[in-house]
């Protein structure tokens, strides 16, 4: 299946017009129609809107031969998460230890439970270092302000 008929798919199945759909994601509904109808692929901003509203993960849309809705969602929620805490340089440097950390996996017999754990601490001390280091090297001047923000 492809992007566009996947993210159709998707929207019928939340009973969503595409107006309504342009609403939740701010996106045009022209957009959503060459998206749907034409086949263009969004900007990657556009393609994690959509997969967040209509609560798909984005390797689902990317990838025409997945048929897992919610494949690697984890991933998607975790570099959202980095990305809201820490701007587009910590969900970029977020992607770059998951794609180190995916092939610590690359033909392992590990099952997906061990692999979903594993998975979740990395997430809990990336997020919690990054935070760490944030009031570690933040200068206290700045973290009064935000602070009281």
């Not at 008929?5 to 060459?34: D, P, W």
């Not at 031969?65 to 929620?77: G, V």
């Not at 690359?106 to 990395?122: M, P, R, T």
């Amino acid at each position: 299946m492809t992007f566009g008929e996947k993210v159709k798919e998707a929207r019928l199945a939340m009973n969503l017009s595409q107006t309504e759909l342009a609403q939740l994601t701010g996106i045009s509904e022209r957009s959503l129609y060459t998206y749907e109808q034409l086949g263009t692929l969004p900007r990657k901003s556009n393609i994690r809107k959509l997969a967040e509203a209509l609560h798909i993960s984005v390797s689902y849309l990317l990838d025409d031969e997945e048929t897992d809705k919610q494949s690697r969602i984890d991933e998607d929620m975790f570099l959202a998460e980095a990305r809201k805490q820490f701007g587009a340089k910590g969900a970029k440097e977020a992607q770059e230890v998951l794609g180190r950390v995916s092939s610590l996996f690359a033909g392992g017999d590990l099952d997906e439970d061990a692999k979903d754990v594993f998975f979740q601490a990395l997430m809990s001390v990336y997020m919690d270092s990054k935070k760490n280091a944030r009031e570690k090297f933040t200068p206290k001047k700045y973290r009064k302000h935000k602070q009281t923000e």
